[in-house]
């Protein structure tokens, strides 16, 4: 099966994401942007979660051979216990959602993306203002979006200064 192409602003956001790296399609809704991950054959492995449990439904049948390295959570994006690294692709929530998800793993130490990708339906100013401890806004670019734009912002990690050890 091969996914349905994507929008403008899920293509941006599928851009976006480095290469040979994991992604992680956080608050997926119906996974397009994962499933288009997944059958791109570029990225190691892609995991989908969201919240509601019917959204997910049917996805795993929209893997065909692409199934082993494909990954369902049903559940908050928050409460995801394993490391997320990679690329982590957030979009279609607010920015206070998006704030609150990636400042719970990084105060668990949870949070090892090389990209975060953030790309919220509402409060992307506010969003962007916010410290994500270890990360900083590396990109930030708008897109066409119905009648108006979305913002999307690109985080990484921030680069720790070589230690110097000479007296």
Known sequence: MNPQA??????KLYDLCQPKQPVWDLCCDHGLLGLWALHSETHPCVVFNDAVA???EGLQQKFGA??????VICGPAEDIVEPLDGNVVLAGIGGEKIVRIL????ARAN???????ACPEKDAEW???QPIAGY???DRLTIPHGTGHR???VYEPLRQAPKNDSP
């Not at 994507?6 to 293509?11: E, M, V």
């Not at 949070?111 to 990708?117: G, N």
């Open 103 to 106: 400042q719970t793993h990084a």
């Open 111 to 117: 949070l090892h993306a090389t990209r975060v990708i």
């Open 66 to 71: 692409h199934a082993p390295r494909a990954k």
């Open 54 to 56: 019917h959204v997910l």
């Open 151 to 153: 913002w999307i912002a």
């Open 136 to 138: 900083a806004i590396r």
């Open 6 to 11: 994507l929008s403008p602003r899920l293509q």
């Open 127 to 129: 969003m962007m203002a």
